[in-house]
């Protein structure tokens, strides 16, 4: 549930924490969580002989993520999110069955709001899926992007220490529940869908849409609508989309509930630079700054697994393997090849 609070707190300093996450390459797992005895005794209590800038320094500096769990305890959980996904040590789930997406091809009208720490593209409940392993019905809530800064990276997921240049969160409900705060008391009451994003010399056919709504909402609180908006024309289709990693996590903001159930798909999806750029440059934060590197540093998986699909990204590690085996045995052909020839015994005298 965002609060004006949580907002503040995500957005005052989230620039300027993830340009030093950016530069020093400092993430939770290097920099753990204060406890919320290390921040009593870190912090003191703001006087009057304190000038502004001073405080608001303060003020800034208590809401770095490393940070959060002082006043949102659940980002100190052991169940956060992102997380960095280690390919060579995810497990194969094969009663992971594909996705069935329903509503993604009506032309729907999606209001874009300025949440002031991030834009939100508000769906209809005619959107919903299905499959995938979760059980039961989930509807659309929203969706919004993660991105970084000027030539910076800003995926909240990374695939074997890879960060991507955008992040696409469609977040769904559970049915029954009627809000995120409903669902949020349910540790799977809420199913998040991750695309990465790749970069591309040919434009994204669609965004530019997307990045027309961004330039209406520059300023926190603004809003606009999408008229006749598809979601197909942004995602693919679910019988495109057998490939996905799974993981039970939390939301990337405060206060982090642990109540998700991510997917992040294998197949990527394209962007063109000029479109990144645009898109960088659309919004603010509340305070006014650049909104840029919105996202979380990855999060320690503390124990829990990451399962595959079997297709796709369950295939990925069998066709590596497959061709090691190939080459083995063909370098083993040239080698036997020269050896009865005499080549590699001319190499050898030359020697």
């Not at 390459?25 to 919320?36: D, F, K, L, N, Q």
């Not at 659940?74 to 497990?91: D, E």
């Not at 289709?237 to 996905?244: E, I, K, R, T, W």
């Amino acid at each position: 549930m965002i609060t004006t609070r949580r907002n503040d707190c995500y957005a005052s300093c989230k620039s300027d924490q993830m340009l030093s996450v950016q530069l020093c390459g400092v993430t939770r797992a290097s920099s753990p969580v204060m406890t919320h005895a290390e921040v009593r005794a870190d912090r003191k209590p703001p006087s009057i002989l304190q000038d502004k800038s001073n405080i608001e320094r303060r003020k800034r500096q208590s809401c770095y993520p490393s940070r959060w769990a002082a006043q949102f305890p659940s980002c100190g959980g052991l169940r956060q999110s992102p997380i960095n996904i280690v390919t060579s040590k995810v497990r194969v789930n094969s009663a992971l069955p594909p996705f069935s997406f329903i509503g993604h091809s009506d032309r729907v009208n999606v209001t874009v709001q300025n949440k002031g720490h991030s834009a939100h593209f508000a769906l209809p409940p005619s959107v919903q899926l299905t499959g995938g392993g979760l059980t039961g019905h989930y509807r659309a809530a929203q969706f919004h992007f993660h991105w970084g800064g000027d030539r910076r990276p800003g995926s909240e997921h990374t695939i074997d220490g890879e960060r991507f240049p955008m992040e696409l969160h469609i977040v769904h409900i559970k049915a029954p529940y009627s809000s995120l705060a409903e669902a949020e008391h349910d540790m799977a009451g809420i199913a998040l869908l991750a695309f990465l994003f790749e970069e591309s010399t040919d434009d994204h056919p669609h965004l530019d849409t997307v990045i027309a709504a961004l330039g209406r909402v520059q300023n926190n609180g603004s809003s606009t609508v999408i008229s006749s908006f598809r979601l197909r024309d942004v995602v693919p289709p679910a019988d495109s989309l057998h490939g996905y990693y799974r993981y039970v996590g939390s939301m990337t903001t405060p206060g982090c509930e642990q109540a998700v159930a991510w997917t992040v798909f294998h197949r990527k999806l394209s962007i063109s630079s000029r479109q990144l750029d645009a898109i960088i440059r659309q919004c603010r934060f509340w305070t006014g700054q650049p909104m840029t590197d919105t996202f979380r540093p990855t999060q320690p998986l503390d124990g829990r697994i990451v399962y595959c699909s079997m297709s796709g990204a369950a295939q990925t590690p069998v066709v590596h393997v497959w061709l090691c085996v190939f080459l083995v045995v063909f370098w083993s052909v040239m080698n036997s090849h020269m050896t009865s020839t005499g080549f590699m015994g001319e190499e050898l005298q030359d020697v």
